[in-house]
């Protein structure tokens, strides 16, 4: 268990509509990553926020929004949902910026599917 | 920009038999290095990282990798494989400055499967 937990594990939704996914990092981590994982892109860096505050944005759509709150969980935010966006969605977390090197831990993710 | 290449899709090998899942990448400056290994229906787990120092790298589960700098590779290693090593390898590298080209960029993964 990596202590990064993801919620929830499976959401079936259908296209235009509006999602939420939840991730709750590591006791005493700091930072939060987002990442999509899909056959044809493979490992996607989305968005990493750091005790609250944005730090690093990746190949993340406008369509997609996330925040990190004051107990550091985050909430990705997934709107006006494409079939496209049908893809395995993981929380990631690590205890400082990630600039010095430590290593991630992953969540077990959030399967999406789009119909 | 920052790029890694893991040249196999699959990795075939024999339980006991010597395994090594290849690596190469592109990075301005020194780079930080790391495998991951992902299960089915499982996040992906921490196995090993190069930052500096000895470019033998021992990891978890018996794992070790060779960071090679005129290659620029770093290819995963194992002496004899067991059947619970079959999963998907991912490499991956960052440049040891911040912004968002330099966050960690994952190659495209190598399924490993151990025959008994």
């Known amino acids: 268990d990596s202590g990064v937990t993801q919620t929830p594990k499976h959401l079936i939704t259908a296209t235009g509509q509006r999602v939420t996914l939840r991730c709750s990092p590591r006791?005493?981590?700091?930072?939060v990553y987002w990442y999509q994982q899909s056959l044809d892109q493979g490992l996607q860096f989305l968005i990493q926020y750091y005790n609250g505050e944005e730090r690093a944005k990746g190949n993340i759509l406008e369509r997609f929004s996330a925040q990190q709150f004051p107990d550091l969980h985050s909430e990705l935010n997934l709107s006006s949902l494409e079939l496209g966006d049908s893809a395995l969605y993981f929380c990631?977390?690590?205890?400082?910026?990630?600039?010095?090197?430590?290593?991630?831990?992953f969540g077990s993710g959030t399967q999406l599917s789009v119909l | 920009a920052q790029s890694v290449a893991q040249p196999e899709d699959q990795v075939n090998v024999a339980e006991g038999n010597p395994l090594t899942v290849k690596c190469t990448y592109s990075?301005?400056?020194?780079?930080?290095l790391f495998w991951y290994v992902q299960y089915p229906n499982r996040g992906l787990q921490f196995l090993l990282k190069?930052?500096?120092?000895?470019?033998l790298v021992k990891g978890s589960y018996g794992f070790e990798a060779e960071f090679n700098k005129s290659q620029t590779s770093f290819h995963l290693k194992k002496p004899s494989a067991l059947v619970s090593d079959s999963a998907l390898y991912f490499c991956a590298v960052r440049a040891p400055i911040s912004g968002s080209a330099r966050q960690l960029t994952f190659g495209s993964g190598t399924q490993l499967t151990v025959l008994p």
């Open positions: 990075v301005s400056g020194n780079p930080y």
């Open positions: 190069y930052i500096t120092g000895d470019n």
């Open positions: 006791s005493g981590d700091l930072s």
């Open positions: 990631a977390s690590s205890a400082r910026t990630g600039e010095s090197g430590e290593k991630l831990f």
